[in-house]
Structures are given as C-alpha cells and as structure tokens.
C-alpha cells in the first residue's frame, strides 16, 4: 500500500483483463488508506461504468427496447457510483483534463447530453488536442440532434489529422442522414482501413452501398453491400443490426429465402422487435406460408398495435382467427 503507483498499474492490468470487481476493489484500498487522489476516483468510475454495461448486457438493436435498456443501465447503482467518483475527481483537481474526461463520459451513459458537452468542453481547454473528448462532444451534439454542430466539432477534429476510425464512422452516419452518401461511403471506408476488424464500421459501409443500390445502375454496389454486412456478421455472429440491414439488403435483391433466413436470426437474437416480424410477415406471404404469416402478424399486433389501422383487439382477433384458418391449429 505505500506504492501507489503499482496499486494503480495493478488496478489498470485488473481492467485491461475485464475483470472489473477486482480493479474496483484495488482502488478502494488505494483510497481508503488515504490516497484519495483525483486519478483514483477517475481509474475507478471508469471501472464502475464498465462493470455496469458488463451487467446490463448487449444493447438491443430495437429502438424501443434499447430506451428501455439505457433507461434502466442510467438508474442502475453502477453508474450512480460512477458519477459520484468523477464529481470527486474533479473537485480534488480541477485541473485534471482526464477527470473532467470521466465525467463527460458518465454523463454521456447517463443519457445527459448537454452536461456531457460542458463536461468535454472543460477537458478540451485544459487539453486542446484530445481528439477522444473532440469525438465524444460531436456524438453528444449528435444526441441531441444538432447534426451542424457535431459535422463542425468532426470537420475540424479530422481536418487537424486525427486519423480517428471512430470519428470517420460518426462522420459517415451523419453524412448518410444528410443524403451526401459519396462522402458518407468515403468516410466509413476510411474507418474500415484504420480498424479492420471492426464490425461496426463494415456494417455503416454496408448501409451507405444499399442506399446507393437503389439508384440506377446500383446492382454493383448492392453486391458489395452484401459483402460488407456479410463479413461485419463473420466478426460478430449475433450482430442482430446487420442481419436486420442484410435481410434489406436480400429484398432489395430479390433473394426471398436468404431475407427469410436473416429475419428468423434476427428475431431469435431479439424476440421483441416488431418490425422484424412485419418483414418476415410479409416475406412468409410471398414464399406462400400463410400460417407462419399469420402468426407473424399476430406478434406484430401485440408488440405494437398502435402501428395497426383498426383497433388493436380487434385486429389481433383477425390475426388469430387468421392463424388458426390456415395452420389449422
């Protein structure tokens, strides 16, 4: 205990390796023999935060469940300890750059946008040249739906030659909401040369090739769509994102039974997403299995009836009576 520095280094190999617990209770020791340094009390809301996305699980793909899922990981006690040690850390050293880095992080979990940006700005005037707090104010920006803000805070971040595979990504995505898809596609291949094995940005590549599909003469770039997606599920086999982009990307080529495949995945991966069974409701149509239909249909009632014309008992009756006619169950 009198080496604080082989505390902290044992505390960051504990991290490294992911487990969490022991990194946090190397810094409660740390501390609690009177070295409640503002480093300290940033290192262990880092692993208080981290333990706490480790117990919450992947984040569903589903815009519904994922509100649940954030909703649930900002009440939850981990992130509360995390906030908690990352105020601290600021107060003992209000000239600490990585602490104010801290809090904008848990700020950003905590779904907290604008505070997070203050958080950022703060780390950014002690440290002008950190370019993970420059990414993570334009994904707050982004947040909030300040799509200007966030594009100038990246534009000068990659202008001033980060070569940030995040940054690109983050870049590509707003570029794709603005419908400037050349630039959009140059920025996600860019990210897919810096970090090549990261799924995330093949599946964004992937996206931006069946947006140009659609256009005249784009058979050439939906096969190449098709490609991307493929291999951001070959890094990551239960990325239910890409099945969902992929099985797009199958009707657009007309592939019924690939599409097919890709919905049955997706939705085994993530039961409570409703426009998966819509898809595969309509795709179960084509391929002549009215039964499976019918039960698709019947799902998607449940899961949303305010997206059904009629009234939802009424349509789930109808869905029922449906099944039952033709699966003769």
């Avoid at 208080?48 to 469940?65: I, M, N, S, T, V």
Wanted: charged share 30%; net charge negative; aromatic share 10%.
């Amino acid at each position: 205990m009198k080496d604080l520095d082989t505390i902290i280094k044992r505390g960051e190999a504990y991290f490294d390796e992911g487990l969490y617990a022991r990194a946090i209770a190397s810094y409660t020791k740390a501390i609690a023999a009177g070295a409640g340094s503002s480093q300290l009390y940033t290192l262990r809301a880092k692993a208080y935060a981290a333990k706490a996305y480790e117990e919450a699980g992947r984040e569903p793909f589903d815009d519904e469940a994922y509100g649940k899922w954030a909703e649930s990981l900002g009440r939850g006690a981990g992130l509360a300890l995390a906030l908690e040690d990352s105020l601290r850390a600021v107060a003992l050293d209000p000239a600490n750059p990585d602490a104010y880095y801290g809090l904008g992080a848990i700020l950003m979990d905590k779904r907290d946008w604008t505070g997070a940006i203050a958080a950022f700005d703060k780390c950014l005037a002690l440290q002008p040249e950190d370019a993970e707090a420059m990414y993570w104010k334009a994904a707050a920006y982004d947040e909030l739906g300040d799509v200007p803000a966030a594009l100038e805070v990246l534009d000068g971040l990659l202008a001033a030659g980060a070569e940030l595979p995040g940054a690109y990504h983050l870049r590509s995505q707003l570029r794709t909401l603005q419908e400037d898809y050349e630039g959009a596609l140059a920025d996600a291949s860019r990210a897919v040369e810096l970090e090549p094995e990261e799924p995330e940005y093949y599946l964004q590549r992937g996206k931006v090739l069946s947006y140009l599909g659609e256009k005249s003469g784009g058979a050439e770039r939906l096969a190449e769509a098709l490609k991307d997606l493929t291999e951001a599920l070959r890094l990551d086999p239960s990325f239910a994102e890409a099945y969902n982009w992929r099985s797009l990307a199958y009707l657009q080529a007309g592939d019924d039974g690939r599409e097919l495949a890709d919905l049955d995945t997706l939705i085994a991966l993530e039961p409570g997403h409703a426009e998966a069974y819509r898809r595969r409701y309509e795709c179960r149509l084509v391929s002549g299995d009215r039964g499976g239909a019918a039960l698709d249909w019947l799902y998607y009632c449940r899961l949303k009836p305010g997206a059904v014309s009629e009234p939802p008992a009424e349509a789930a009756r109808a869905a029922r009576s449906d099944f039952r006619k033709f699966s003769g169950n």
